[in-house]
Nanobody, 120 residues
Framework: QVQLVESGGGLVQPGGSLRLSCAAS????????MNWWRQDPGKERELVAT????????NYADSVQGRFTISRDNVKNTVTLQMNNLKAEDTAIYYC?????????????WGQGTQVTVSS
């Protein structure tokens, strides 16, 4: 079955950096848009960054624009989120998400999440 496994979370001081990775298996990775979401307890899940299946198009939430960079490797079947100048409000569980829409079917898969804590 499809697996998305995130790694790279942890505790970092404000202004620091972290690099999250998501390794995908058992899916045609290059056919999927890949997304990073985050969720803080008590809040709605927020879409942080997206990257098209070919890696040519990226989009970011306003809150992370200019600080986060999403990229992918369609040979290694991985997607990464480079997070710089981290702020306390970036604290959340970060989820990797793969999505492919073949109308009318919407194929969506989620990883288990990785905790990012930004604190001094």
């Amino acid at each position: 079955q499809v697996q998305l496994v995130e790694s790279g979370g942890g505790l970092v001081q404000p202004g620091g950096s972290l690099r999250l990775s998501c390794a995908a298996s058992k899916l045609t990775f290059s056919a999927y848009m890949m997304n990073w979401w985050r969720q803080d307890p008590g809040k709605e899940r927020e879409l942080v960054a997206t990257i098209s299946s070919d890696g040519q198009t990226t989009n970011y939430a306003d809150s992370v624009q200019g600080r986060f960079t999403i990229s992918r490797d369609n040979v290694k079947n991985t997607v990464t989120l480079q997070m710089n100048n981290l702020k306390a409000e970036d604290t959340a569980i970060y989820y990797c998400n793969a999505r492919r829409v073949i109308a009318p079917t919407d194929l969506t898969y989620w990883g288990q999440g990785t905790q990012v804590t930004v604190s001094s």
